[in-house]
């Protein structure tokens, strides 16, 4: 179990970067379930070999590639705040996968919902419980009433939803700017549309009226707060 | 003749307040040094003394319930606890227990037999006085080790679409509950419609009242029937069906995967086949009666299992299980599962039941069948 991590007070810059690397952690650890989705739900296979450790290793992988940060050597250059954090999402995304090995490796049973959207979901919580930092999934029409979004993620949302495709997350400091958000925006692939594209209202796989989305929609957001210190 | 019961009084001392405790200690030696005599109080004043030495009781009273094991009161134990350990079959039987799924909250196991458990837990809330709540700690286990689990005291009862009322089905040492489920019975399932054929040729040379025992011996003679292990499909073949050849399968889906030898026939509980002939196999199909009513090998009662001595525990499933017949819920508990068009896994999410993962087996495989012995 990590120990709950706390700082003093980390520049503005540092807090927004941590958040920004924060976020793109947490969508590879999506982008890696899903690039392993139909190994997971193959029904013939037994034990499938996606360990925690093949997922780790494929997460440091796609980091790099996206970032050029390599996780298990973290650059002297990365802020202070990013150094603890990032360890700790990854360790939180690793014991995700590790609880959910006995489902996966389930022989005869195809689908199993552990999806981007779980995995996510479980790993954010688990890294929220042992930092100052949260972050949740959320989205404007939410299959889970947890990951429903407040005001604020509601109105950055909607702004979201009518602009182009962009990697770029929005990053406020709200509360007398005491407080940072920053949204990065989701966008549904192709794959996601197996479930969550047409036709709309009937039910997907795992009981859900499907939306009716188009690639390229706005799915949701990964939604971070940060405190500038700590309370 | 002692005043107070050994079991309770020191039920008493470790649930209660110090002060408490410690006359109740009092008074409790002073009996046994009435009915035992001196030299068999000796190790327990030992322990006590130490007990007072030392900062916190907890390992002295083990100590203790090492010597002379406590005669615990089960639902004073389950309260105290704040647990109810209870045993399920990590082999699915859709629609009682689904394969457990992950979910935004977790794994998750569902089910009608889920619901069940879910019912129990409240209740036994309830008794306990409903400050803290008793929370269902799911230990999902193979089904022949449910049995074992249960003799060796790690679980305070399993629920896992279980005949209560099946020759043969019940171990030594285990008590069944009345029934939470009796509705259809032992059915059977078929891909090749000659199978169908055959039995209900036999119904059609019956004169009088049908025998269906008799259309089924003559119907399924000679074909392979597979059975899961120690279920009532299993105790039915082998004690009915003399002239088949029966393949014992760990579980309902390695006997639908078995290809060598082709199977013709599946037995297994009539609901289940119903649920699974329509949602997840629908390669075969359920095995009904001329009239295209089901075909019902046997009556079979669904019953929780607890453990022979736990009297107590026993009247309170019984007690429970009257009263949610009485209330109409089980009925509702039935038509949510076996009627509603749902999914498995959004039920799991909103409210399924979360397992202890470490003590699931490392990778469930479904299993395989082999051939019976000769019989």
Redesign the interface.
Known sequence: MCPSIGWAQAPREEIEKTAQHLATLLNVGRFVVDRNQTLINDPRI??KGFTPEVFEHQVVDEFVHQTTIDLKHLPSHLPTLAKELLPVLLQSSKEVVG???????????G?????P???A??AARKFSNRSYVKIKQTTLKPR?L??TPDAYEESVLKRLATQPVSDTSIIEWVDNKTTLRALTPIYYSKDCLVCHGNPKGI?D????PREGAQEGDLAGAISIQIPAKTP | MALYNRSSILNSMIAGEPIIRVQLMIRWLRNRLKDDGSERIVPFLIAIALGFSMQGCGLVFDAVELVHPLQRDELSAICSRGQLRVGISVE?FRPFVF??????E??RVTGLDVELIREVGDALTAYCGGQNPIVPTLQLTRFRDLFIEMNEGHLDLFVSSIGGNIPGARPVGLWYSIPYFHHGGLGAMIQQPEVAERVRAQFQQQTGSPDTLAAIQAGFSGLTVAAQKGRTSHLYAEANLKNIRLLICD?L??AV?TKDPSIDVILTNYSILDYVTKHVWPDWRLLTRNDGKPLILTQEHFSIVTAEEKRRLQWFLNNLLYRLEESGRLEQMRRRWLEET????????TEGLPFE?SK?P?????GQCRLAAER
């Open positions: 037994g034990d609880d959910a090995q006995f489902v996966i490796n389930q022989r005869g049973i689908f199993k919902n552990f999806v959207a779980t995995f979901s479980q889970n947890k990951n039910l796989i795992s009981g859900y | 699915p394969p457990a799924v992950y979910t935004d977790g794994v579980s889906p390695a995967e749902y999914a498995p896994t959004r039920r799991a999410t993962v699931v490392e990778h469930y495989d479904q």
